[in-house]
């Protein structure tokens, strides 16, 4: 659990600093702030935010799916050059991102596919707390993609087929005992709901 808060003219991180008093870091671009507050929990202590060719990015959770060499993060940013607006369905894991793409002048908000980290955001500002900028909660499966001019986008990461009938729970049974083994991994850090029970379920 980490927080984070970008706001233009005034952020309150009072919530939003307790989410992780592991590390703190602030920096200004072009006439944002940009706050990180980390939770240490897996690979090495990583401070945000991720900086690249005009792109700032921070986050929050965990990726299950992709190899790093520091820190899962820091697969984000490679990901969206690689992929545009749509990178969010490259990834398996319990998060919330913001990213800002200073030479194509656009935020890209996105949460996982149950919101299980919290991401709210007011215009081109956003924090892990309402109280940090006010706004509305990122919607879970959502990536939102808003224009420096004003221009907002949305786009749902996948599709769900509810369509579907089982005679048994043997499926649910595979599928949260791979949700378990792909978060409790050799030398993780085991918190009090450090997402086992929501990322399973």
Not at 58 to 70: C, D, R, T, W
Not at 111 to 124: S, V
Not at 166 to 181: L, R
């Amino acid at each position: 659990m980490c927080g984070f808060l970008v706001y233009k003219k005034q952020g309150n991180p009072f919530f939003v600093q307790k989410r992780g008093q592991d590390a703190a870091n602030t920096i200004q671009r072009e006439g944002f702030t940009f706050n990180h507050y980390l939770l240490h929990v897996t690979g090495q202590r990583t401070i945000q935010p991720y900086e690249d060719d005009g792109i700032v990015c921070l986050y929050n959770g965990e990726i299950y799916n992709l190899p790093f060499q520091k820190s899962d993060g820091e697969n984000l940013i490679p990901l969206y050059k690689k992929y545009g607006t749509d990178f969010p369905k490259y990834l398996d894991g319990e998060w919330a991102i913001a990213l800002y793409d200073f030479n194509k002048k656009i935020a890209v908000f996105a949460t996982d596919l149950f919101a299980t980290k919290p991401l709210w955001r007011n215009g081109l500002e956003c924090a892990s707390y309402q109280s940090g900028v006010g706004g509305h909660k990122i919607s879970a499966n959502t990536v939102e993609i808003i224009h420096f001019n004003g221009r907002e986008e949305k786009k749902i990461i996948y599709d769900w087929d509810f369509h579907q009938y089982k005679d048994s729970y043997d499926d649910w049974i595979v599928a949260f005992e791979k949700a378990v083994k792909k978060r409790a991994v050799d030398g993780c850090f085991l918190g009090v709901s450090s997402g086992y029970d929501s990322g399973a379920i």
